[in-house]
């Protein structure tokens, strides 16, 4: 879909993972529960192979219980990945965490030999202030702004285990563009990515269909309006969110909505995907694949002609 990424942080971050690739016993990626899919690292699924793997579903709070347990259930299919549903925040995780990390290196935590678990999570999942909880001291920054940390610092939280964290890995592109939008709500990507009211559209029309009693509680409707545009323009009138001439701001009123939603205003345990939606998007997203692939092979073929067709002229 055309969203950049940081590439030359992402490549040099890729790089590096591979060339420690040898030494890592573990794997942990942080998610967000509520995007579990969408802010998960496709590269790593490259990288990693089948070394065991902790994903962390990160701000449980804030994600819907239910659906939070069937990403758990989808990902532990695989016999590699265990998952932990946690709010980095909270007290215990260290132990909990800890205790993973060396169930995962069976044969290390035995010994005296060093536990390498290699932690790594786009912007914006929580991954600096678990690793903060980890050490029980301010080693990673956090905040609300995705950034991209610089470089890969080893972190000692035991004698026989230590962390390694790594720059942010992002990738290049987004094929699929449910996933930027996701991303965008959630504050996982900048927003220049995309322009506010479309986020907001996409968020709404979401809401609409998956929680809309807690659309009609919030903004204390009897019943929604019939479009998401229809429902940005009545709770913008509602919120006096108006330009000159009566016409709503559909700025304004769409990062309300957003920042509601980000700060747990607009309701409690709202999720954006579900593993079922996934399956019929990655339908979509090979599609498109196809498409694309046959558009190549199609400029290849008119390329090849161009030139058969120069070298007979030039006879």
């Not at 490549?11 to 060339?19: D, L, M, P, R, S």
């Not at 040898?22 to 690292?41: K, M, T």
């Not at 925040?89 to 010994?111: D, T």
């Not at 950034?147 to 000692?156: D, F, L, M, Y």
Request: hydrophobic share 35%.
């Amino acid at each position: 879909m055309g969203i950049q990424w940081y590439p030359g942080h992402m490549h040099k971050a890729q790089k590096e993972v591979k060339e420690i690739f040898n030494q890592i016993d573990v794997f942990i990626e942080v998610l967000d529960a509520r995007i579990p899919f969408s802010s998960q690292n496709p590269l790593i699924e490259d990288i990693r192979q089948d070394k065991p793997t902790i994903k962390i579903l990160n701000k449980i709070d804030l994600a819907d219980p239910d659906i939070t347990q069937q990403w758990q259930a989808h990902f532990e299919k695989e016999a590699s990945i265990k998952t932990l549903a946690l709010n980095a925040q909270q007290p215990g995780v260290r132990g909990q965490i800890l205790s993973m990390i060396r169930k995962s290196a069976p044969e290390k935590s035995k010994s005296v030999k060093t536990i390498h678990a290699l932690i790594i999570g786009i912007p914006n999942v929580g991954k600096s202030t678990l690793i903060n909880n980890l050490t029980g001291k301010t080693i990673a920054k956090t905040g609300n702004e995705p950034a991209v940390t610089k470089q890969q610092q080893r972190i000692k939280l035991e004698e026989n285990i230590t962390l390694i964290d790594t720059p942010g890995m992002l990738w290049p592109n987004i094929e699929n563009e449910n996933s930027g939008y996701r991303l965008a709500i959630t504050g996982g990507i900048k927003e220049t990515a995309f322009d506010l009211p479309d986020v907001a559209s996409y968020a709404t029309d979401y809401f609409m269909k998956a929680y809309p009693e807690v659309l009609k509680s919030r903004f204390g409707m009897a019943e929604l309006p019939p479009t998401d545009l229809a429902f940005l323009e009545t709770i913008g009138r509602a919120r006096g969110c108006l330009r000159s001439g009566g016409m709503v701001d559909l700025d304004k009123i769409s990062r309300i909505l957003v920042v509601e939603f980000r700060d747990k205003i607009l309701g409690h345990g709202m999720s954006l995907e579900t593993p079922a939606m996934i399956d019929e998007e990655y339908k979509v997203v090979a599609q498109q694949r196809l498409a694309k692939a046959a558009k190549q092979r199609e400029r290849e073929a008119k390329k090849k002609e161009r030139r058969a067709r120069y070298k007979r002229n030039k006879k």
